[in-house]
């Protein structure tokens, strides 16, 4: 995914498609993603051509949301105080 042909390792080539699994396995209609994502919703998009599923899951993409800590620019879920948890 934007990488030169066999400089990719196993995390790289696997983690896209469990993202687009995801997709799949919550039946997801809709997937509101960060730009930063594009590719991974358009895997999965794809993939219905491919399988033959009628129904594409559409894609919502917005800027990348700032972290909520002073000067960071991404907000990361690994961060706990620098993110918003929904349930």
């Given at each position: 995914?934007?990488?030169?042909?066999?400089?990719?390792?196993?995390?790289?080539?696997?983690?896209?498609?469990?993202?687009?699994?995801?997709?799949?396995?919550?039946?997801?209609?809709?997937?509101?993603?960060?730009?930063d994502q594009?590719?991974?919703?358009?895997?999965?998009?794809?993939?219905?051509?491919?399988?033959?599923?009628?129904?594409?899951?559409?894609?919502?993409?917005?800027?990348?949301?700032?972290?909520?800590?002073?000067?960071?620019?991404?907000?990361?879920?690994?961060?706990?105080?620098?993110?918003?948890?929904?349930?």
């Amino acid at each position: 995914m934007g990488r030169l042909e066999g400089s990719l390792t196993s995390a790289q080539i696997l983690y896209p498609l469990m993202q687009c699994t995801d997709i799949f396995f919550l039946k997801a209609d809709i997937c509101q993603l960060g730009v930063d994502q594009r590719k991974v919703n358009m895997l999965a998009r794809e993939y219905c051509v491919a399988a033959k599923i009628k129904n594409k899951p559409i894609i919502l993409s917005h800027h990348m949301l700032y972290g909520l800590k002073a000067g960071q620019e991404k907000m990361s879920k690994s961060d706990p105080d620098s993110a918003v948890f929904m349930e």
